[in-house]
């Protein structure tokens, strides 16, 4: 596709080199905190009898970290808010690094085991982030590829917040369907494309599910 056509798809804001790199250096942190948050989660005895603990316990916090659904919600905001398809690609791609480097590292030092099987499927994601954050950013373009792509972004955020089955839909969680709405606020453009992008993404879901690995 030439860059005319791209253009007329979604055209790139103006930033300067500065708000540029600072732009890449606040994803890169959001990802450091956030990977140790996860983890941090992940490593906490809850107790009962400590009124927080019952919180996180109650929503489930700390495996809903330790699941896709949230960070494809946070890594959809970077890119759709990015000045670029070049930065959406930058953004998302230092993001998953500063996460899985803090996971992976807190891990190690702090807990004593290193999951290097386990974190080999974060790094492949990280290593196609930079093409879904470019694909991201285009979907609240104009013309009818951004709505394909809204409709192909909403069938994974249907695949990893309901669990789907021949005869029924089932909603995991409450921070489930939180982030399933918070895909479709980022991606609003007006109510008939949100009604398309979720309906006909819940059907792409249906027959996307035997493929779908985060189960």
């Known amino acids: 596709m030439s860059i005319e056509k791209l253009m007329d798809i979604r055209s790139p804001g103006q930033k300067s080199k500065k708000d540029k790199i600072l732009s890449i250096a606040g994803s890169l942190i959001e990802g450091v905190l956030l990977g140790i948050f996860s983890k941090w989660l992940d490593s906490i005895a809850l107790d009962n009898s400590i009124?927080?603990?019952r919180i996180i316990e109650r929503i489930d916090l700390d495996n809903f970290f330790s699941e896709i659904a949230i960070w494809l919600l946070i890594a959809l905001a970077?890119?759709?808010f990015s000045s670029s398809a070049l930065m959406?690609?930058?953004n998302v791609f230092v993001f998953f690094v500063g996460m899985c480097a803090a996971y992976h590292l807190y891990s190690i030092l702090f807990s004593g085991f290193n999951p290097s099987s386990y974190m080999m499927i974060w790094y492949a994601i990280t290593l196609?982030?930079?093409a879904l954050g470019v694909l991201c950013w285009y979907a609240k373009g104009k013309g009818i590829i951004p709505i394909l792509l809204d409709i192909g972004i909403m069938a994974v955020f249907t695949l990893s917040c309901f669990s789907l089955g021949f005869f029924y839909v089932d909603l995991r969680g409450i921070?489930?369907?939180m982030n399933f709405i918070g895909a479709a606020v980022i991606l609003y453009r007006n109510p008939k494309q949100t009604a398309i992008s979720i309906s006909a993404g819940?059907?792409?879901a249906f027959l996307l599910n035997p493929?779908?690995?985060f189960k």
């Open 88 to 90: 959406a690609a930058l």
């Open 175 to 177: 921070l489930y369907l």
């Open 51 to 53: 009124w927080w603990h």
């Open 211 to 213: 493929l779908w690995p």
């Open 202 to 204: 819940f059907l792409m």
């Open 78 to 80: 970077i890119a759709v």
């Open 128 to 130: 196609i982030s930079p």
